[in-house]
């Protein structure tokens, strides 16, 4: 087995570093990563996507740039120390642009758009706010209090709640469709602003949840939404994509 690295007078081969990958848990990222890369490049060369001479050495040029690598041979020494090839550097520059226009081509502004219209619904946000409590006794006069107070919200989720949102007032912030469980949702974001809901049973056995609506608003695709929509794109894109090819993990 190949060393990867020497540490004093001991190797540290290829299958010591994937083992150590495995164990900490980050192998599985990594790996997912990477098919991700392969089937988006896939993709690209069997729609045709074109990539130029100009555009590979732009982006070489680039990636010295970056590293500082300014002559030539501060790049072969990269290269050599690394183990890579200048052919097979090239395959890496050539497959980053491939990756970059098809899912570009993917996430178009025209894409983006249509994909609002069919989904605004799920990109509807409230704001909002919750106390979190351990007993469902303390939850109904909790629910009391803030009926007659509900003003005072902030201040009792700072001194009563047990949620790690007690110092913000218990502010959780804007949410999205699909961000809590369906059995509250349609209550919370069918409620008007200033509305108190629950106690609701919260996902954590054994604790309590009120939640406080603060605003409510509409979908519009602006910058953040934007954002969103072509993340699922590619992600709707990229699940198509993986069901052409058999991928298993060797």
């Not at 758009?113 to 909790?142: Q, W």
Request: hydrophobic share 40%; with cysteine; glycine share 6%.
């Amino acid at each position: 087995m190949a060393a990867i690295v020497r540490i004093d007078d001991k190797d540290v081969d290829t299958e010591e570093f994937l083992r150590t990958l495995k164990l900490a848990g980050q192998f599985e990222g990594l790996l997912e990563q990477f098919v991700r890369d392969r089937v988006t490049v896939l993709a690209a060369r069997k729609q045709g996507v074109a990539v130029t001479p100009e555009e590979i050495q732009e982006r070489a040029d680039q990636f010295r740039r970056v590293r500082g690598l300014h002559r030539a041979a501060d790049m072969n020494h990269y290269l050599d120390a690394v183990g890579v090839s200048l052919d097979e550097f090239e395959a890496f520059i050539v497959d980053s642009l491939y990756q970059e226009k098809v899912l570009e081509q993917v996430c178009n502004g025209q894409a983006v758009e249509d994909y609002f219209k069919l989904n605004s619904p799920r990109f509807d946000c409230i704001e909002v706010s919750h106390i979190v409590l351990d007993t469902e006794g303390a939850a109904k006069e909790m629910m009391s209090i803030l009926q007659d107070d509900p003003d005072s919200f902030a201040d009792m989720a700072r001194e009563h709640s047990i949620a790690d949102t007690r110092e913000d007032g218990g502010a959780i912030g804007k949410v999205l469709r699909g961000s809590l469980r369906s059995d509250i949702e349609a209550k919370i974001f069918n409620a008007e602003p200033g509305d108190l809901l629950g106690p609701f049973p919260s996902a954590e056995p054994g604790l309590y949840e009120i939640f406080a609506v603060n605003a409510k608003h509409p979908a519009r695709l602006d910058e953040e939404t934007g954002a969103e929509v072509r993340r699922l794109l590619r992600e709707e894109w990229l699940m198509a994509r993986a069901r052409e090819h058999m991928i298993e993990a060797a």
